[in-house]
């Protein structure tokens, strides 16, 4: 067996000095600032990158959704990004209350070009970065930690060189230390103050300090404690926002980001459904509902989730993974059987509880109704489904409520034809499988003609007479009895034709259906003299009639 011995090729993240930690006891109680980069990083990191038009459209969803800082994206990397920008403006897509953010290498001639896009521009944040890590200082730049700094600087000054009056009021600046997971943690502060000090902030105009995990490096804890040691150690604290921008490489995007909410971050950015370079930025969506499951108003509008779901795709060309918190297909199916029992079982005593009582069916983390999605498809049938997963299909979505002594049978039918298939049956197929083997139930007994007499009996008791003619193993009969009802009267008919003898040991019956078109259906259980047990069922717009299809459909299952 061949081992996986780094054999010192890679080595842990370096800790941060933290003496006292106070992230561990916090709990998140208020949603942070929330901005989306889609239509940067998101875009970028596409086969096809979005055209303008798919651009307009898909910054009009973020703005709906409740985004109130966009970043729009790379004005000075291409013409597609620099008319996108200037339509945005020109074309009054930014509402009042909405900033919109680019972004900009710290280079002489990329600001000044960056700078041009946002001219008329209510609200913008300018987003400057340079690349600060060992690595990046060693091989891309070949520059020492003061040279890699004075870049930062230079790129702050170069901005406010271009800054009317007018400007420093709508233009505010993040500084983003690229690479920050990789940088040591005392440079990371150092070139940040170096940088706000140059930019100038105070509590009215704060400066935002993103802290990427450009790379993620980190386990979710030591990020906490990165976020907690700029926020203690950076100073003028009550004039910074800072700033989270989590990627996912080791898959703790979500849980780097909450841990440095807990650490002390003010701010998050990422994507919808987790878009963006290599394995992806930080999944906003995921975020927000991890809120919202505890009780926290995320500030964001995830109600219609499929539809934010469809939208994405049609924009972007990439699929949704169905094992995506909240917003994949599955997520809200169980094929396991104690699962379905389970949620079946919460969900029918939730359905007689008010909307807002508090949230507690097994297995389900939140209502799927508080986001657009439905119930129908929860549970799911495969060779792995228990007794009580059929039978939920067949209630939720055919009206079919078989009695609770009926799920073996029901389980084990649909069990077996799962396992032939190899596949989820759906629900068609499972409503066909009770039809057939339940409600048109073919076999040794056929009823040929059928009638029935009401009687007035004694003391107003109301007495039945049946008549029939019926058909066993291909011979005909004509039988007849009277009894308390359809059901005795014909059961005890059956006593002069060769079917095994037997008792009506239970009988369930319920309307389908409504108006004109409400039928009976009736669910009848056998006990023949060996002492086995079999159940049949019947439908008719008659309920009597629902009740002898049911004993004849019984009787068919014991040949």
Not at 166 to 172: L, Q, S, V, W
Not at 251 to 270: I, Q
Request: glycine residues 8%; charged residues 25%; aromatic residues 8%.
């Amino acid at each position: 067996m061949t081992s996986m011995n780094p054999n010192g090729k890679y080595a842990p993240a370096a800790d941060i000095p933290m003496a006292e930690r106070e992230w561990p006891s916090k709990k998140i109680t208020k949603a942070p600032v929330w901005c989306s980069v889609d239509l940067r990083d998101g875009n970028q990191a596409l086969v096809n990158p979005m055209g303008i038009e798919a651009k307009l459209a898909f910054f009009d969803l973020l703005v709906k959704l409740g985004f109130k800082e966009i970043e729009a994206g790379f004005p000075a990397s291409s013409d597609t990004e620099y008319e996108f920008i200037r339509r945005l403006i020109e074309e009054n897509h930014i509402p009042e209350d909405v900033t919109v953010q680019v972004l900009c290498q710290a280079r002489e001639s990329l600001v000044k070009k960056t700078m041009e896009s946002l001219k008329g521009c209510r609200n913008a944040i300018f987003h400057i970065y340079n690349s600060t890590s060992p690595a990046q200082r060693k091989y891309t730049f070949g520059k020492s930690k003061e040279e890699i700094k004075q870049i930062a600087i230079d790129g702050v000054r170069c901005i406010k060189s271009c800054l009317s009056e007018e400007d420093k009021k709508r233009i505010r600046l993040e500084y983003s230390p690229e690479s920050f997971s990789h940088t040591e943690i005392e440079y990371a502060v150092e070139i940040c103050e170096a940088v706000k000090s140059e930019w100038g902030c105070s509590p009215e105009h704060k400066i935002i300090l993103n802290l990427p995990t450009t790379v993620e490096c980190y386990t979710p804890n030591v990020y906490a404690d990165a976020i907690e040691y700029v926020s203690k150690h950076i100073s003028d604290r009550d004039s910074v926002i800072i700033s989270t921008h989590c990627h996912n490489d080791r898959g703790t995007g979500v849980a780097s980001c909450e841990l440095g909410l807990l650490a002390g971050a003010d701010r998050v950015e990422g994507c919808l459904f987790g878009n963006g370079e290599r394995t992806g930025n930080l999944d906003i969506v995921t975020v927000a509902l991890n809120m919202f499951s505890q009780g926290v108003d995320p500030k964001l509008d995830f109600h219609d989730i499929q539809s934010v779901g469809e939208q994405y795709t049609l924009f972007t060309g990439m699929e949704i993974n169905p094992r995506t918190p909240y917003a994949g297909e599955l997520v809200f199916t169980a094929f396991s059987g104690s699962h379905q029992d389970a949620i079946r079982k919460g969900m029918a005593v939730r359905a007689q509880m008010s909307k807002n009582a508090l949230w507690d069916v097994p297995y389900l983390l939140i209502d799927p109704h508080d986001i657009g999605r439905q119930y129908e498809g929860i549970i799911r049938i495969n060779s792995q489904s228990g007794k009580g997963g059929a039978a939920y299909i067949l209630e939720q979505e055919y009206g079919i409520c078989l009695p609770k002594a009926m799920h073996p049978s029901l389980g084990a039918l649909v069990k077996k034809a799962a396992d032939t298939a190899q596949r989820e049956l759906k629900p068609d197929e499972i409503y066909s499988l009770f039809v057939q083997n339940w409600l048109e139930k073919r076999g040794n007994l056929s009823v040929i003609d059928l009638s029935e007499t009401h009687i007035e009996g004694k003391e107003s008791a109301e007495l039945t007479s049946c008549r029939a003619v019926v058909e066993w193993k291909g011979k005909r009969y004509s039988i007849g009895k009277t009894g308390n009802g359809p059901l005795d009267a014909f059961a005890g008919a059956l006593e002069a034709v060769p079917v095994p003898r037997f008792s009506i040991t239970a009988f369930h019956e319920h309307s389908i259906g409504t108006g004109n078109d409400t039928s009976a259906i009736a669910y009848v259980q056998i006990t023949c003299e060996d002492g086995n047990q079999y159940w049949g069922a019947g439908k008719s717009t008659n309920v009597g009639r629902a009740g002898t299809a049911a004993v004849v459909s019984a009787l068919n299952q014991a040949e």
